[in-house]
């Protein structure tokens, strides 16, 4: 028996048994990730940032494809810039760019801010924004990307968001999400909502 951290490392073979909520005692940093076609991946991890700061734990934020226009969790976390390191790496979506190889240099620099993050044992908790994406794009590769994230501190948690998650990277995490989208406004001609979808 073990940690889920040394499950995934492969020193242990067996998992361990479910505890019950209130008999869990393990304490460790973990990988989260958030997919899925429905809304509500990135809102849910910036509702861990605000969670995160509450308790006092420094944040690393690193958002690989939005980037063209402000958000409103921008605007808010950038108040706080002691506690949250807030890095918006991307230039928009591939099909709005039309320049793959820029992508992959603007993720590959966005990796290099993220390893940095990953490495920092002041940083509890290091939200990854659209990984997925570039994961899904081929702009970085699954295995240096999951061999970072597996090197960080031990109680470093990480999340992970954006559609088409990669099967390593969810059999890698601790807790996979998938947001399943069943009705959007934007289908009846609604337009994005300033504090609702950025």
């Known amino acids: 028996m073990g940690t889920l951290r040394q499950l995934r490392n492969g020193t242990v073979s067996d998992p361990p048994p479910m505890p019950k909520i209130a008999e869990a005692q393990d304490e460790y940093g973990l990988l989260l990730v958030h997919s899925g076609n429905g809304k509500g991946k990135s809102s849910s991890a910036f509702g861990m940032v605000a969670r995160a700061l509450g308790h006092g734990i420094k944040v690393g934020v690193v958002q690989f494809i939005k980037g063209a226009a402000s958000t409103g969790e921008e605007n808010f976390f950038r108040r706080f810039p002691d506690e949250v390191s807030y890095h918006v790496m991307g230039e928009g979506f591939t099909w709005e760019t039309q320049d793959r190889q820029r992508d992959i240099t603007k993720a590959q620099e966005a990796w290099a801010v993220a390893r940095e993050l990953l490495a920092d ?11 997925n994406i570039a ?31 990669p099967p390593g990277l969810i059999e890698a995490a601790d807790t996979v999400t998938e947001m399943s989208l069943i009705k959007h406004a934007f289908k009846a001609g609604v337009k994005a909502q300033k504090g609702v979808e950025f």
Request: charged share 25%.
């Open 121 to 131: 044992e002041s940083v509890g908790l290091v939200v990854l924004d659209e990984l």
């Open 135 to 165: 994961l899904k794009y081929g702009y970085l590769e699954l295995e240096p990307v999951l061999a970072d994230i597996e090197s960080r501190p031990m109680l470093q948690h990480v999340v992970v968001t954006g559609r088409g998650a």
